[in-house]
C-alpha cells in the first residue's frame, strides 16, 4: 500500500514526539539535555498536530481534526508560559482563549448529537467527545483565570507550561496506543499495557502539578534562558 508523503510525515513526527516527550520527563529539569529534548518536542509536536488536523479535515474526521488544533494550542501556550519574561498578560493570551473554547463547545454539542443517535461516530462513543470537550474547557478556564488575575508568575507559570506539555504528549500517545491498536500484535492488545503507556503523561502531569503547586519546588526554578524553549529546574 502506498503511503503519501504527508501521512508518513505526520508518522515520523509521531515517533520524534514520543521519543523526545519521554526524554524530556526523564532529563532533569533544566538540564541541557532536557531543553535539547524539550525543543525536539516542540517543534515535532507542531508539525504532527498540524499534519493531524489537515488529516483529519480531509477525511471529515471531526475528533483528529479539532484534538489536532488543541494539541498545536497546547504546545504553543506551554511554550509561550515558559519563555515568558513578563508577568503581564498579553493580546497573544487572549486570541489563544478562542481556542479552547471553540474545541471544547463544538466536541460537546457533537457528543450529545451522537449520544442522541446511539450509535459511534469513527468508532467513538459520545463519551469519549464529551470527555475531550470539557478538557479544552477546563483549559479555556485556566486561561480566564490568567486574564482576570492580569498576570501569570511562579507555581501558576510553571503549572500551565508542565500541565499543557503533558496532556498535549497524553493526546499524542493516546492517539498512537489507543486509536491505531490494530498495529500491535494481538497478545499486546490484551495486556492493558497499550492503555498504561496512553496514560502515562496524565499520571506524571498530577504528580508534578501535585509538587509545583503544593510543596516550594517552583522557588528553585530559574526563570527561561534566551535561546532555550524552557528551562524549569525543578
Request: one cysteine or more; charged letters at 15%.
Amino acid at each position: 500500500m502506498r503511503v503519501s508523503p504527508l501521512l508518513l510525515f505526520h508518522i515520523c513526527a509521531g515517533f520524534v514526539v514520543l521519543l523526545s516527550g519521554a526524554a524530556a520527563m526523564l532529563f532533569r529539569k533544566g538540564s541541557h539535555r532536557h531543553i535539547i529534548a524539550g525543543n525536539i518536542f516542540v517543534i515535532s509536536m507542531m508539525g504532527l498536530s498540524t499534519t493531524g488536523t489537515y488529516l483529519g479535515f480531509v477525511k471529515h474526521h471531526i475528533l483528529n481534526t479539532l484534538m489536532g488544533i488543541l494539541a498545536f494550542y497546547l504546545v504553543a501556550t506551554a511554550w509561550f508560559a515558559a519563555r515568558r519574561k513578563s508577568r503581564e498578560t498579553r493580546i497573544f493570551d487572549q486570541g489563544a482563549l478562542l481556542v479552547p473554547l471553540a474545541v471544547g463547545v463544538t466536541l460537546i454539542a457533537f457528543g450529545v448529537a451522537v449520544a442522541g443517535r446511539l450509535v459511534l461516530k469513527h468508532g467513538y462513543p459520545a463519551a469519549v467527545y464529551l470527555v475531550f470537550g470539557s478538557m479544552a474547557l477546563v483549559f479555556a478556564a485556566g486561561d480566564v483565570r490568567m486574564l482576570i488575575r492580569g498576570s501569570l508568575f511562579g507555581a501558576h507559570r510553571i503549572a500551565r507550561h508542565l500541565s499543557r506539555v503533558c496532556y498535549a504528549l497524553f493526546i499524542a500517545a493516546a492517539s498512537f496506543f489507543l486509536g491505531q491498536q490494530q498495529v500491535f500484535p494481538a497478545a499486546l492488545r490484551k495486556t492493558g499495557l497499550l492503555f498504561l503507556l496512553s496514560i502515562i503523561p496524565l499520571i506524571l502531569m498530577i504528580f508534578w502539578l501535585f509538587r509545583v503547586r503544593f510543596t516550594n519546588a517552583y522557588e528553585r526554578n530559574s526563570m527561561p534562558r534566551r535561546g532555550d524553549v524552557y528551562s524549569l529546574r525543578t
